[in-house]
């Protein structure tokens, strides 16, 4: 029955390892806020776009409203010290990554669909999460599996 509590959201507060330089990218001097917004705003079209079938309504709704509620407290996770648009925008890096991999299209399909996939799966649930916590441990779950993808911006 213990591991009941790893479905709770708030079992993950204050647990939440997102890497130093990581943070220091999303939140330092590396990106201003509008570039952030830019990044994010282009991703969200772009994920829009994509027709699978864990991209339903509760989704892209969750996705709608943390790019609406950037900046207020419904993003900001104190437990973890995180913003949930951080992550998005994390997601954002990680998805521009995939997309210019020199490899055949058949493995960029597969990846691109793979990335997709688990973030609207994460969205979804946010339903059942969408506090703060949930936001930012749900998202962040997403980056940290295509983690690969993010060292590329770690660079700039």
């Given at each position: 029955?213990?591991?009941c509590?790893?479905?709770?959201t708030?079992?993950y507060?204050?647990?939440?390892?997102?890497?130093?330089?990581?943070?220091?990218m999303?939140?330092?001097?590396?990106?201003?806020?509008?570039?952030?917004?830019?990044?994010v705003?282009e991703?969200?079209?772009?994920?829009?776009?994509?027709?699978?079938?864990?991209?339903?309504?509760?989704?892209?709704s969750?996705?709608?409203?943390?790019?609406?509620?950037?900046?207020?407290?419904?993003?900001?996770?104190?437990?973890?010290n995180?913003?949930?648009?951080?992550?998005?925008?994390?997601?954002?890096?990680?998805?521009?990554?995939?997309?210019t991999?020199q490899v055949?299209?058949?493995?960029k399909?597969?990846?691109?669909?793979?990335?997709?996939?688990?973030?609207?799966?994460?969205?979804?649930?946010?339903?059942?999460?969408?506090?703060p916590?949930?936001?930012?441990?749900?998202?962040?779950?997403?980056?940290?599996?295509?983690?690969?993808f993010?060292d590329?911006?770690?660079?700039?």
């Amino acid at each position: 029955m213990n591991n009941c509590n790893k479905l709770n959201t708030h079992h993950y507060d204050g647990q939440v390892f997102i890497p130093e330089e990581v943070r220091g990218m999303v939140t330092g001097t590396c990106y201003l806020d509008l570039e952030k917004k830019m990044f994010v705003n282009e991703f969200v079209v772009e994920l829009s776009a994509v027709n699978i079938p864990e991209k339903d309504t509760a989704s892209i709704s969750f996705l709608n409203a943390i790019v609406k509620d950037w900046g207020n407290n419904s993003n900001f996770d104190t437990t973890n010290n995180f913003r949930a648009e951080d992550v998005l925008f994390i997601c954002s890096l990680v998805w521009d990554n995939i997309k210019t991999l020199q490899v055949d299209e058949v493995e960029k399909d597969t990846l691109t669909k793979d990335f997709c996939r688990e973030l609207f799966i994460q969205l979804s649930d946010m339903q059942s999460g969408p506090c703060p916590q949930g936001r930012v441990t749900r998202l962040w779950q997403v980056a940290e599996s295509f983690y690969g993808f993010i060292d590329e911006n770690l660079e700039k």
